[in-house]
Structure formats: C-alpha cells, structure tokens
C-alpha cells in the first residue's frame, strides 16, 4: 500500500474518533488498544490527544479517552 494512502487512512480514521458526538460534549471515547495499533498506532493516537488537551488512559485492553481539557482527578 502507498505510504500516502495508509497516512490518509490514518488521519480519516482519528477523524471519525474525534468527531463523535461525546466528544464534542466533553464526554469519554473508548477503543480497543488493538485496534489502535493496526489502525494508527499508540503514537499518533497519543499525539493527537496532546494535540487537543484531552487526556488519554490504558486501562486492561482499552484506551479511554477523557474529552475534556480540565484536569482529571483520580478517586480510587
């Protein structure tokens, strides 16, 4: 596969995380760590979090996503 098309994909694919509608209301995203590493991989996934302030979790096989750029306080 050209290496252009596979960076489109990618980007594409962090899109449509990004673009869901718990996102957009602050809310949580959850993926499969699985998937993001056949999709984008654990790197661009992290960058694009920083990128937007948000703050992103491993938690056994997922990543959970917290789509709000205040802070987060971990109760127990």
Do not use: P, T, Y
């Amino acid at each position: 596969m050209n290496q252009h098309v596979r960076i489109v994909e990618n980007e594409i694919w962090l899109a449509q995380i990004f673009s869901a509608l718990s996102v957009r209301k602050g809310g949580v995203v959850r993926r499969k760590i699985f998937d993001v590493e056949r999709k984008v991989g654990r790197k661009a996934l992290e960058l694009e979090v920083r990128r937007r302030g948000f703050h992103l979790f491993e938690c056994g096989k997922q990543f959970v996503i917290f789509c709000d750029k205040n802070d987060v306080i971990m109760i127990c």
